[in-house]
T-cell receptor, first 114, second 109 residues
């Protein structure tokens, strides 16, 4: 069964450092989502891509967060500089144009900022 | 006020029990509704979609009341493996998922 891939699975960094997360969606899925899940809360959408274009980044803290999906396939989410409050699980999901209401989640990257 | 509200629990029930979770949502324009299951430190996985007519999948039954903006999940004959966090989720017209904070279920032997 096809899966969404994410790396790294775990990342520990010090505040003020830069971190980057990578996501490879299910092949053929045009829509890619990045979510952040703080412990004890549900995931919250950070950014949504349709192919290589950003559809929604209204909840992305653009002073420190950036996301790209240059060729409309895999995607990178970057934080620079990281802050203590960024400690969370970062989840990537994808969906196809044919079934847009079904999102498949990757295993996530757990970020700890010290 | 959160868009999707859930009782955080935990619900602690014995094996074989029936347990029900509820959630309310504030956006009346929400288009689709789901229950996701999330195991500890894992990604959310779709448990089932929720339809206005109600739907059942084995031991799981979901109901939607659009007038009251209320969604429910019923689990019959609880198994130890049902222990997880259950996330109530709505979807808006741009296919953006809005998650509740989850209800934690613990099934004890």
């Amino acid at each position: 069964e096809a899966e969404v891939a994410q790396s790294p699975r775990y990342k520990i960094t010090e505040k003020s450092q830069a971190v980057a997360f990578w996501c490879d969606p299910i092949s053929g899925h045009a829509t890619l989502y990045w979510y952040r899940q703080i412990l004890g809360q549900g995931p919250e959408l950070l950014v949504q891509f349709q192919d290589e274009s950003v559809v929604d980044d209204s909840q992305l803290p653009k002073d420190r967060f950036s996301a790209e999906r240059l060729k409309g396939v895999d995607s990178t989410l970057k934080i620079q500089p990281a802050e203590l409050g960024d400690s969370a699980m970062y989840l990537c999901a994808s969906s196809s144009n044919g079934v847009p209401d079904t999102q498949y989640f990757g295993p996530g990257t757990r970020l700890t900022v010290l | 006020r959160k868009e999707v509200e859930q009782d955080p629990g935990p619900f602690n029930v014995p094996e074989g029990a029936t347990v029900a979770f509820n959630c309310t949502y504030s956006n009346s324009a929400s288009q689709s509704f789901f229950w996701y299951r999330q195991d500890c430190r894992k990604e959310p996985k779709l448990l089932m979609s929720v339809y206005s007519s109600g739907n059942e999948d084995g031991r799981f039954t979901a109901q939607l009341n659009r007038a009251s903006q209320y969604i429910s999940l019923l689990i019959r004959d609880s198994k130890l493996s049902d222990s997880a966090t259950y996330l109530c989720v709505t979807m808006d017209s741009s296919y953006k998922l809005i998650f509740g904070s989850g209800t934690r279920l613990l099934v004890r032997p």
